[in-house]
């Protein structure tokens, strides 16, 4: 039976209550499948670490989470830090560094639950949303980590237009979405 390794980063507000509940629902996964176990170790980084430290993370983070086979990252922020902190020194951070192309958002109705969409059950929603993950508005971050010469910056992009190579890798992962599914 396969052991996961999961880093768990709830963040700030919300994220401490919606995280060790999301936690309940894998753990259920592993007891009731029984193919898999989940090792869980918690992170306290985020808006109230960067009050108390000056920073979200610690300089080894990244180091840190490459040993874990996910990352559980729950809403980072607080009202006496600035958002772009808070999401330029996690959220963009971890995206970019672990390569994290691809936002997958699956919405699916399950079997036993009742949907509040009428004379809907199974099979009737079941959508899959792409989003390209590391370019438009965190093309300034970029700038942070590669200097002021970004890999496949080019002159005509705009702010939020993803660059061509990165929107590629969306398209492919879609793609291969089709074609395997």
């Known amino acids: 039976m396969r052991t996961y390794k999961i880093a768990l980063l709830p963040g700030d507000c919300v994220g401490k209550e919606v995280v060790p509940e999301g936690v309940k629902v894998l753990q259920e996964m592993s007891r009731v499948t029984d193919t898999f176990k989940l090792v869980f170790d918690e992170f306290p980084w985020g808006a109230e670490f960067y009050l108390k430290h ?8 990244l180091d840190i989470l490459k040993k874990y086979d996910t990352i559980y990252l729950g809403a980072i922020g607080h009202p006496d830090v600035p958002d772009h902190i808070g999401v330029g020194q996690v959220i963009f951070t971890i995206r970019q560094n672990f390569n994290q192309y691809v936002n997958l958002r699956p919405i699916k109705l399950l079997p036993g639950i009742e949907c509040p969409l009428r004379n809907k059950g199974v099979g009737d929603i079941d959508m899959l949303f792409i989003r390209e993950n ?3 508005g965190v093309r300034r971050h970029r700038r942070d980590i590669y200097g002021p010469h970004v890999p496949g910056d080019g002159a005509a992009n705009q702010h939020f237009h993803p660059v061509r190579h990165r929107a590629g890798y ?7 979405q089709q074609k395997n599914g």
């Open 134 to 136: 590391t370019e438009g």
């Open 54 to 61: 000056g920073q979200c993370m610690p300089d080894d983070a």
């Open 170 to 176: 969306a398209l492919r992962f879609r793609a291969g």
